[in-house]
């Protein structure tokens, strides 16, 4: 290929900010993964097994590994649902909630660290193709047959 595609972008820069984030929840035995599932849990009423896979937009089976790997480590604990008696809430305990911080305090950072490279108007215009190119990509319809371009 002769240009860089978009996809390519965000492939390459997502894996350096996952490499980066990886490698700082190293030092505390940890991963990226469980640092984001830290930080999509309800730190005071806890949050339902089932809502928490899509709030991360992950399948259940990637998710109960690290759940169980969670409980393992003391970082979360499972609780029944008071309002759904076949359902289970996800707390963090105190352990947890530390750890929720200090991946609260990296994402922060890195946050800060990326707007003191690039202005306000960049920033927008960032989000504003971000946004775009979700969109475009959730509505699935890129690869339908009729926008299939044959002369490729």
């Known amino acids: 290929m002769k240009e860089i595609t978009v996809d390519?972008?965000?492939?390459a820069t997502w894996q350096a900010v996952a490499r980066m984030y990886n490698e700082e929840a190293k030092k505390f035995d940890s991963t990226m993964a469980?640092?984001?599932t830290l930080l999509s849990i309800d730190p005071k009423s806890g949050t339902p097994s089932t809502a928490l896979g899509p709030k991360?937009?992950?399948e259940a089976t990637s998710l109960s590994r690290i759940l169980k790997s969670m409980e393992e480590k003391?970082?979360?604990?499972?609780?029944?649902?008071?309002k759904d008696g076949r359902g289970v809430?996800?707390?963090l305990t105190e352990f947890g909630l530390?750890?929720?911080e200090y991946s609260k305090d990296r994402v922060l950072?890195?946050?800060d660290a990326v707007k003191e490279h690039l202005s306000e108007d960049q920033m927008d215009a960032f989000?504003?193709?971000?946004?775009?190119?979700h969109d475009i990509a959730s509505e699935k319809k890129i690869f339908t047959k009729n926008k299939i371009n044959k002369s490729a």
């Open 89 to 91: 809430l996800i707390h």
């Open 98 to 100: 530390e750890n929720r």
């Open 56 to 58: 991360m937009g992950m």
């Open 74 to 82: 003391g970082l979360i604990e499972r609780k029944p649902n008071p």
């Open 34 to 36: 469980v640092g984001f």
């Open 109 to 111: 950072r890195f946050n």
């Open 8 to 11: 390519y972008v965000l492939r």
């Open 127 to 133: 989000f504003k193709v971000m946004k775009s190119i």
